[in-house]
């Protein structure tokens, strides 16, 4: 291992195969950012909208 670019190489791929499984939730978890961020934006809107909402009402 006295080759500086084989070394890299080999970390390369050594760190390739371990994050490579993970890489198949980004497409869940940039999803699961877009739809939280939504929610807040909504929730805010809401908010400013229609006021501050009354939890009294809602209880039975």
């Given at each position: 291992m006295n080759n500086p670019?084989?070394?890299?190489?080999?970390i390369t791929?050594?760190?390739?195969?371990?994050?490579?499984?993970?890489?198949?939730?980004a497409p869940l978890l940039l999803m699961v950012l877009i739809l939280g961020v939504g929610w807040a934006?909504?929730?805010?809107?809401q908010?400013?909208?229609?006021?501050?909402a009354d939890s009294s009402s809602d209880r039975t």
């Open positions: 670019i084989l070394t890299i190489i080999l791929f050594l760190l390739l195969l371990v994050l490579a499984p993970f890489a198949g939730l934006v909504w929730l805010l809107l908010t400013l909208v229609f006021g501050a």
